[in-house]
């Protein structure tokens, strides 16, 4: 083999397994330069952004410095954000990187490649709903989930001396916007050990609005069933088949002029390709802002050039596009990794064939509610409580697998919970 820049733009699930793996493949091999660029030196698993959004997890503790993570494995990681790209030039443009109080640190740059991977994941998809992007939060980085997490913190501040009534609005009743309403619950009953003694759920008001006659509508209608019980057990207030036709600083506008009062908004309804997709212009990009591929993940038109997970567009035989989901991105990652390397090797590289092991759902400590699918019988069964909660950490811990090593990632974990021992259980400054 010979070496080879390998440039991977988004450090979110698939980004950050690939460079894993490629770095310890063929990182410490001379003339191989395996980089990483992300916007942000902090990796948070994605699916536990709502976690940090209510203080549940640390980014400090639970956070994946990059710079330590490449050295350690293989890859080097480069501060930016991509805002352009040249392929009849092989290079990719970096946008300026400016400090908090807005003094510039880095000019534009540009970064040239042999093989250039896009992974830069999903942003929220508003619909072009009026007031949206003005009036709500979107859990869709680590920056929004602790934009969100400091006015959780502010407001709770305020409600333990006025003793009115907080009202929180989620849009969307997916799996991160019903994940965040039932966190909401579990933290609201737990301040009052950290000083909050006139706060009590009572106080919470969180309302979750969808647009589809039922929670979680691309799950099963059993798992959908469990986890709505679960919620109404609990006080979430459930607005089901419910548009949302404005969004302004009181709340949400329904079709019939309602309004669903909400001092704190979160949009979770929806996903496109982030914003700079459209920048591309010497790429194929559809209508959801999303990079279109062929079935080996290769941009179409381009020879050197890949996409995967959210940002990717790609159709699978059976006519349906691969879902926007962790699983995915992680599923692309591991076939991207085998097909880099057959083609360093003159090998052929295969197509992506999607596997769907099923989908789970934390409803915090309250339960946990999903279906599995897979070898161990035919078609998919139910799973709550202990067993479902098990499944959920064990993806995580998969996750770490793909990023560590599986032995390195056990040794990870085991700090994580000597860590935990010592600590508060809420993130509260």
Same mark, same amino acid.
């Given at each position: 083999?010979?070496?080879?820049?390998?440039?991977?733009?988004?450090?979110?699930?698939?980004?950050?397994?690939?460079?894993?793996?490629?770095?310890?493949?063929?990182?410490?091999?001379?003339?191989?330069?395996?980089?990483?660029?992300?916007?942000?030196?902090?990796?948070?698993?994605?699916?536990?952004?709502?976690?940090?959004?209510?203080?549940?997890?640390?980014?400090?503790?639970?956070?994946?410095?990059?710079?330590?993570?490449?050295?350690?494995?293989?890859?080097?990681?480069?501060?930016?954000?991509?805002?352009?790209?040249?392929?009849?030039?092989?290079?990719?443009?970096?946008?300026?990187?400016?400090?908090?109080?807005?003094?510039?640190?880095?000019?534009?740059?540009?970064?040239?490649?042999?093989?250039?991977?896009?992974?830069?994941?999903?942003?929220?998809?508003?619909?072009?709903?009026?007031?949206?992007?003005?009036?709500?939060?979107?859990?869709?980085?680590?920056?929004?989930?602790?934009?969100?997490?400091?006015?959780?913190?502010?407001?709770?501040?305020?409600?333990?001396?006025?003793?009115?009534?907080?009202?929180?609005?989620?849009?969307?009743?997916?799996?991160?916007?019903?994940?965040?309403?039932?966190?909401?619950?579990?933290?609201?009953?737990?301040?009052?050990?950290?000083?909050?003694?006139?706060?009590?759920?009572?106080?919470?008001?969180?309302?979750?609005?969808?647009?589809?006659?039922?929670?979680?509508?691309?799950?099963?209608?059993?798992?959908?069933?469990?986890?709505?019980?679960?919620?109404?057990?609990?006080?979430?207030?459930?607005?089901?088949?419910? #548009?949302?036709?404005?969004?302004?600083? #009181?709340?949400?506008?329904?079709?019939?002029?309602?309004?669903?009062?909400a001092s704190l908004k979160v949009w979770a309804a929806g996903v496109k390709g982030p914003a700079v997709c459209a920048?591309?212009?010497?790429?194929?990009?559809?209508?959801?802002?999303?990079?279109?591929?062929?079935?080996?993940?290769?941009?179409?038109?381009?020879?050197?050039?890949?996409?995967?997970?959210?940002?990717?567009?790609?159709?699978?035989?059976?006519?349906?596009?691969?879902?926007?989901?962790?699983q995915s991105a992680d599923q692309m990652a591991d076939r991207l990794y085998k097909n880099i390397v057959n083609r360093?090797?003159?090998?052929?590289?295969?197509?992506?064939?999607?596997?769907?092991?099923?989908?789970?759902?934390?409803?915090?400590?309250?339960?946990?509610?999903?279906?599995?699918?897979?070898?161990?019988?035919?078609?998919?069964?139910?799973?709550?409580?202990?067993?479902?909660?098990?499944?959920?950490?064990?993806?995580?811990?998969?996750?770490?697998?793909?990023?560590?090593?599986?032995?390195?990632?056990?040794?990870?974990?085991?700090?994580?919970?000597?860590?935990?021992?010592?600590?508060?259980?809420?993130?509260?400054?």
């Open positions: 083999m010979t070496g080879k820049r390998i440039v991977i733009v988004g450090g979110g699930a698939g980004g950050l397994a690939l460079a894993s793996k490629l770095g310890r493949k063929l990182g410490h091999k001379q003339g191989f330069d395996i980089c990483l660029v992300d916007r942000s030196p902090i990796h948070i698993w994605k699916p536990k952004l709502h976690e940090v959004a209510v203080g549940v997890i640390d980014q400090s503790l639970d956070g994946l410095l990059y710079r330590d993570h490449g050295l350690k494995n293989g890859y080097r990681y480069v501060r930016g954000e991509i805002e352009g790209c040249d392929p009849s030039c092989k290079t990719i443009q970096l946008a300026p990187v400016y400090s908090d109080d807005g003094e510039l640190l880095l000019a534009d740059r540009a970064l040239s490649y042999d093989y250039l991977v896009l992974a830069l994941g999903s942003v929220s998809n508003t619909f072009n709903t009026k007031g949206a992007e003005e009036n709500c939060i979107f859990l869709d980085s680590l920056e929004n989930a602790e934009r969100f997490h400091h006015k959780l913190l502010d407001a709770l501040l305020q409600l333990n001396e006025s003793q009115g009534k907080l009202s929180i609005g989620i849009v969307g009743a997916g799996a991160t916007g019903v994940e965040l309403a039932a966190e909401l619950h579990h933290v609201i009953e737990s301040v009052k050990e950290y000083g909050y003694l006139n706060i009590s759920k009572h106080h919470l008001d969180v309302h979750l609005i969808e647009a589809s006659p039922k929670i979680l509508p691309q799950l099963p209608e059993k798992v959908s069933a469990r986890a709505q019980s679960v919620l109404d057990k609990i006080g979430i207030k459930l607005h089901l088949g419910v #548009q949302v036709k404005e969004v302004t600083a #009181q709340g949400f506008v329904t079709p019939d002029g309602d309004v669903i009062e920048k591309f212009t010497s790429l194929p990009i559809t209508p959801r802002n999303q990079i279109d591929v062929d079935a080996c993940m290769r941009v179409k038109g381009q020879e050197d050039i890949y996409a995967i997970g959210d940002c990717a567009a790609l159709i699978l035989e059976n006519g349906k596009a691969v879902p926007p989901r962790a360093l090797q003159d090998k052929a590289e295969l197509p992506f064939v999607y596997k769907d092991y099923g989908s789970l759902v934390s409803l915090s400590r309250f339960s946990a509610v999903g279906n599995l699918m897979g070898n161990l019988r035919s078609g998919d069964f139910f799973i709550e409580g202990h067993v479902a909660r098990l499944m959920y950490v064990s993806l995580y811990q998969r996750h770490l697998g793909s990023l560590y090593g599986w032995f390195s990632a056990l040794i990870y974990r085991l700090a994580q919970k000597l860590l935990r021992w010592h600590r508060p259980k809420l993130k509260l400054h």
